[in-house]
């Protein structure tokens, strides 16, 4: 058993354990209602994120089987990036005014879409490929999330049960990521690097059906055009510093994990890797994986189904920690922990056994990132501009990769850009935790519901308050 595997058994039993626990000692929810709403929407995000997972691993394999060069390929990566922050930034903000539902729908034709040009060994028809890609990626990262947060305070549900539809829906992105990853593989295997984006077109075509006969419409604003959509948005930026907080948290982390994802593999790869037989045996390399197609030198399928359960049991970490401490509070130390993870290809460069432990630590951060994230914009962006928002943030998570990879700078120097980031959002962090600690106590600890008002938004206003308990000043971490 090579280290990659053990690693993914290692991780698998603790995440096992740790999901067992969870159920134990942190309270199920028991309304009917709530739980029916919750499997629609986590029945759609499931497939849309399969649809997104199943490409992924094959990307770069399926370019580079077809002869680019390795200038073409990051020109490609760049261009999806790009996508994302030029047009996607727009379309994915059509969403508050023409419906959730509808550009949800439009992710599935246009990421569809993109599938579709892969089988063309054409540098133009891929190009189209990743455009159409990117504007799907920002509509896959704010529409859904919109879609559900809205429906959420509108049935009337609170915002502790928010949190709980975060987590399961980080854990059930990790257990497809790693189904994906491994049906990805095989069709790679049986039929060619192109077959695993086939399997993904007909995912998103039966996620798009689930969304036409299950979710209902809803909007932020429909009666506000685009233009003032993004004045609206802007000015709660810049009026709200909760909101620019969290805005900047997500551009940068976001931004060093889409790096992080682009350069895992260099990282990992040893630098003779067919030399020693000790180190071959080590990293699970064979002479059919030589020979046979497979890219690189270590098992890619195994290091991300690894990487996949990190991110679940970061998940269930999330939902311990948010029952002893608030989310402001326990996010600092996950950035820095963060931070430091992916200090060790610098350090450590060429060791595969701390550089790996390290990034299924980076991993785990990710894992508890998703539901805190999701959980803080519920609490701080406001309805009626939240797809806009969002996506207004990705304008400069984009930035931030686009430009790291027009570079061509070196492994180490990327590295230590990403350290950079992570540590500036742990800055970023530290200052919302102070404005929320500021926030009187009243504004804390209220139940969240709505109210219909014109264009049918849904308003979320303030509704009979609680015990007034600030979390995290008043209970230990344990």
């Known amino acids: 058993m090579n280290l990659f595997l053990g690693g993914f058994w290692v991780l698998s039993v603790i995440c096992a354990i740790l999901f067992l626990y969870t159920r134990t000692k942190l309270s199920t929810v028991t309304d009917v209602g709530f739980k029916q709403f919750q499997r629609v929407y986590l029945t759609v995000y499931v497939m849309a994120m399969a649809g997104d997972w199943l490409q992924g691993p094959h990307v770069y394999a399926l370019y580079e089987s077809y002869g680019m060069s390795t200038s073409d390929i990051e020109t490609l990566f760049i261009a999806g990036f790009g996508s994302s922050m030029l047009f996607g930034t727009v379309v994915g903000s059509f969403a508050d005014r023409y419906g959730r539902r509808a ?8 990421y569809g879409g993109a599938c579709i040009t892969k089988h063309y060994n054409n540098f133009n028809i891929l190009m189209l490929g990743r455009l159409l890609g990117g504007i799907a990626t ?4 704010s529409a859904f999330e919109s879609w559900m947060v809205c429906e959420h305070f509108k ?12 987590s ?30 086939d399997v993904s077109l007909t995912v998103l075509t039966l996620m798009t059906i689930v969304i036409v006969v299950t979710w209902s419409e809803n909007y932020g604003d429909k009666t506000i055009n685009i233009k003032d959509s993004f004045v609206k948005a802007f000015s709660s930026i810049k009026s ?6 969290l805005g900047l948290i997500q551009s940068l982390f976001e931004g060093s994990m889409y790096i992080f994802v682009l350069e895992w593999t260099p990282a990992l790869e040893p630098t003779e890797p067919f030399k020693d037989q000790t180190v071959r045996k080590l990293l699970g390399v064979t002479e059919k994986q030589t020979t046979d197609g497979h890219r690189g ?53 060429g060791n595969q056994l701390i550089v790996f432990s390290a990034f299924l630590i980076f991993e785990t951060c990710v894992g508890i990132f998703w539901p805190s994230l999701g959980t803080m914009r519920g609490k701080y962006v406001p309805e009626e501009t939240r ?11 984009n930035l931030i990769v686009v430009v790291i990879l027009n570079q061509h700078i070196a492994m180490k120097r990327i590295f230590q850009c990403c350290v950079m980031f992570l540590l500036l959002a742990t800055g970023f962090q530290q200052w919302l935790y102070s404005l929320y600690k500021a926030l009187p106590l009243d504004a804390l600890n209220t139940e969240m519901k709505v109210k219909p008002i014109k264009g049918d ?22």
């Open 138 to 141: 920002s509509i896959l990262y």
């Open 387 to 397: 797809a806009t928002i969002m996506n207004f943030f990705r304008v400069p998570l």
């Open 297 to 349: 030198s270590i098992p890619h399928g195994q290091i991300f189904a690894a990487f996949m359960v990190a991110i679940m049991i970061g998940s269930s970490l999330f939902r311990l920690l948010s029952k002893y401490t608030s989310v402001e509070s326990f996010m600092r130390p996950v950035l820095f922990i963060a931070a430091l993870s992916l200090g060790t290809p610098i350090l450590f460069k």
């Open 103 to 110: 550009n949800c729908i439009l992710y599935g034709i246009l």
């Open 168 to 197: 399961y829906a980080v854990l059930g992105n990790s257990l497809i990521a790693i189904v994906a990853g491994l049906v990805a593989q095989y069709f790679a295997d049986m039929f060619g690097f192109v077959a695993p984006f």
């Open 457 to 478: 938004l849904m308003e979320i206003v303030p509704g009979e308050e609680k015990v007034p308990l600030r979390d995290d000043e008043e209970q230990e971490v344990v």
């Open 240 to 245: 709200d510093p909760k909101v620019l907080c």
């Open 155 to 166: 049935r009337g549900y609170d915002q502790d049960s928010l949190g709980n539809t975060f």
